[in-house]
């Protein structure tokens, strides 16, 4: 433990005696909100004050705290460190806005429901999102608006998991990711041309004079890239092993349509990123195609799609690009 200045990092090392490489890992940042159901926490903290909010946490410790909107995502993608036991690819960090003294009961929450989550970052009221590149995260995840923009504001990969249904079947053993193209994986640029113009055959012109020229990344294509890596751990797993059955499924479900998808899958090509469906729906509502699809996950930079999606399915908000801009 580290304190200095009001700051306090808490964290947590499995018994390494080499430096831990995160390098090569796809490495996760996630708050507390997004783990947990923190609504009693947070309703003590705000009607009672800081005090009997400690007194509360340290009197209800040993209890653990109810799962909250990305436990499903998270405790699944866990499961693929048994791909590399020795090597693990997956390393998530809880980056917690509380004190290490009522972090405690956070801790005993995770090793309650066996996440293998061994590194946390307790900072008192502070935002956790300087510290995204110390931990090489890929991804940060919160339920708290104002932080999640901080870190897109700074450069960061960064969502913010909305109040959504929590899809949770113990028997359902896949991971199944789902992405928008246009704000999430790319950045804004053929997005930009379109609501600028409103004109749909601007919109598919661009594309189309473009269409060999790969998307420059967006905030979340460092995830993907890494999601990628290990989706070729399994597929050499199920090479080596007939009996292994994949858990990585990777989708893309975009409002573009042809002819504008070419760019998109050229794109993907140009970046060695394979995935397992692509929705081109052209205007459909997404959630018609999510819920079938379910996926564990869905981001998405535009609320219009995702205030549907999270009355089915977990949706996280991507605030990157025009249409944000724009919104605000």
Do not use: C
Request: glycine content about 6%; hydrophobic content about 40%; charged content about 25%.
């Amino acid at each position: 433990m580290a304190g200095y200045g009001g700051l306090v990092v808490f964290i947590l090392w499995e018994g390494y005696t080499m430096p831990y490489d995160l390098e090569n890992r796809l490495v996760i940042g996630l708050a507390l909100s997004a783990l947990f159901d923190l609504s009693e926490s947070d309703n003590i903290y705000r009607t009672e004050g800081p005090e009997l909010y400690r007194k509360f946490q340290r009197e209800n410790q040993n209890v653990p705290l109810k799962t909250g909107v990305a436990y499903p995502f998270i405790k699944r993608l866990l499961t693929l460190n048994e791909l590399n036991q020795g090597n693990p690819p997956v390393e998530v960090v809880l980056m917690s806005r509380n004190s290490p003294d009522t972090g405690l009961r956070v801790m005993k929450s995770i090793e309650h429901y066996g996440l293998g989550m061994t590194r946390a970052v307790f900072l008192q009221g502070r935002t956790p999102h300087k510290f995204i590149p110390a931990f090489n995260i890929s991804l940060f995840l919160s339920a708290n608006e104002a932080d999640v923009k901080q870190a897109i504001m700074a450069g960061y990969p960064a969502g913010q998991v909305l109040d959504s249904k929590i899809v949770d079947n113990i028997d359902d053993k896949e991971l199944r990711i789902a992405f928008d193209f246009d704000g999430v994986l790319a950045d804004d640029e053929a997005e930009t041309v379109y609501q600028r113009t409103h004109d749909l055959d601007q919109f598919h012109q661009h594309e189309i004079d473009k269409v060999h020229i790969p998307h420059n990344p967006g905030p979340l294509k460092e995830f993907l890239a890494k999601v990628s890596t290990i989706q070729k751990l399994e597929e050499k797993m199920a090479e080596d092993d007939v009996s292994y059955v994949r858990k990585l499924r990777i989708s893309i479900v975009t409002a573009r349509s042809a002819p504008s998808h070419e760019r998109v899958i050229n794109t993907m090509r140009a970046w060695d990123i394979n995935v397992d469906e692509a929705f081109f729906l052209g205007g459909i509502e997404k959630k018609r195609v999510l819920e079938v699809l379910e996926p564990h996950i869905f981001f998405d930079d535009q609320k219009l799609h995702l205030e549907p999606s999270a009355s089915i399915l977990p949706s996280v908000h991507i605030p990157f690009g025009i249409t944000n801009i724009a919104a605000a």
